[in-house]
């Protein structure tokens, strides 16, 4: 069974950034298309960035321009870097395939302050 391991969060003031990480236990990269999700208190899970298997990014509209999402295949890590970060961006982040197929990893808190 693959496991997703994230880290990288933490707390930070507003404006501010940080660097996400996800580790996969084996070599899954190569062939799907990664995505980073979040869950702040109260709310759904939402979809926050994803990576092709081509390389190709896509992100949630509202963070287009402050976060960027990329991959080591190498090192089967993907990761999400986090600039100008707002208090709205408080969430648990985490990382699976873009369809969500593998377990939930622990996810690593970000939490920002004003």
């Known amino acids: 069974q693959v496991q997703l391991v994230e880290s990288g969060g933490g707390l930070v003031q507003a404006v501010g950034s940080l660097r996400l990480s996800c580790a996969a236990s084996?070599?899954?990269?190569?062939?799907?298309?990664m995505s980073w999700y979040r869950q702040a208190p109260g709310k759904q899970r939402e979809l926050v960035a994803t990576?092709?298997?081509?390389?190709?990014?896509n992100y949630a509209d509202s963070l287009k321009g402050r976060f960027s999402i990329s991959r080591d295949n190498a090192k089967n890590t993907v990761y999400l870097q986090m600039n100008s970060l707002e208090v709205e961006d408080t969430a648990v982040y985490y990382c699976?395939?873009?369809?969500?197929?593998?377990?939930w990893g622990q996810g690593t808190q970000v939490t920002v302050s004003s």
């Open positions: 084996r070599n899954i990269f190569s062939f799907n298309g």
């Open positions: 699976n395939t873009h369809l969500r197929t593998l377990p």
């Open positions: 990576i092709s298997f081509a390389g190709r990014t």
